[in-house]
């Protein structure tokens, strides 16, 4: 789990010039503002470098958790004035990432709460499978994923508030012990919002309907395919 924890270790950024005006402490503008002031100074910075201002993670590292957006390399070009309030790395609870990198980079945020909730409910499950050599698993859900059964941990936490609606969600954990947040239940709302057919392209990993509808990325989540007539999880 070490790039897990490295991520929240990330020093706190705070200056740079180019937007001087447009992010503020005081009178803080609305999440969409953020993410727009955000998005044109990340274009900026490619357009001059040829790359996105990311911060290096392992290979292995989750597709949404894995394109952290650099403040440091955004400032340092004079690109940002001043890293938005609602970040982590100026004490907010959001953390910047970036999807579709090989096509068209586009800001996005990942829920800092829920992922801290995760990392420690992973830290329990791992402490657990080196204990009793079993994984503390419940019914299952899909090929090789079940309920995460937290009477055998010593946290009681069994949901995490979902970063879309507020609603609770439940968590599962995968035959390799890494567990993951059941988005089903908003992906069947976005795909409903959408009036998806998801028949019609039974491989779309269907997390890119959140992605799109919302300014929140689905973290600590596995692919789903549309199979049963649902979102089911799938190892890839």
């Known amino acids: 789990m070490k790039k897990y924890l490295m991520l929240l270790l990330l020093p706190l950024l705070l200056t740079g010039c180019v937007y001087g005006n447009e992010i503020k402490q005081q009178n803080a503008p609305a999440t969409g503002e953020f ?11 490619i357009k001059r470098n040829g790359v996105p201002p990311i911060q290096n993670k392992e290979e292995d590292t989750p597709l949404y958790e894995k394109y952290l957006v650099d403040f440091a390399k955004l400032r340092n070009y004079n690109m940002i004035s001043t890293v938005p309030t609602n970040a982590f790395e100026n004490g907010g609870t959001a953390i910047y990432v970036l999807v579709n990198v090989e096509t068209k980079p586009e800001v996005k945020l990942m829920d800092l709460p829920s992922y801290q909730q995760m990392l420690e409910l992973q830290r329990q499950v791992n402490t657990y499978i080196k204990k009793t050599s079993k994984l503390p698993k419940g019914e299952a859900v899909a090929d090789h994923f ?18 879309y609606s507020h609603q609770l969600l439940e968590i599962v954990i995968h035959d390799t012990g890494r567990i993951a947040i059941d988005y089903t239940p908003e992906l069947l709302k976005a795909m409903n919002k959408d009036g998806l057919q998801p028949t019609e392209d039974p491989k779309l990993d269907l997390r890119t309907v959140l992605v799109e509808q919302a300014y929140f990325v689905p973290a600590w989540s596995y692919p789903y395919h549309w199979k049963d007539n649902q979102p089911t999880l799938s190892e890839q």
């Open 35 to 45: 993410i727009n002031v955000v998005q044109g100074a990340v274009d900026q910075y």
């Open 146 to 163: 079940y309920r995460l059964d937290v009477d055998k941990l010593s946290s009681k936490t069994s949901q995490i508030k979902s970063p």
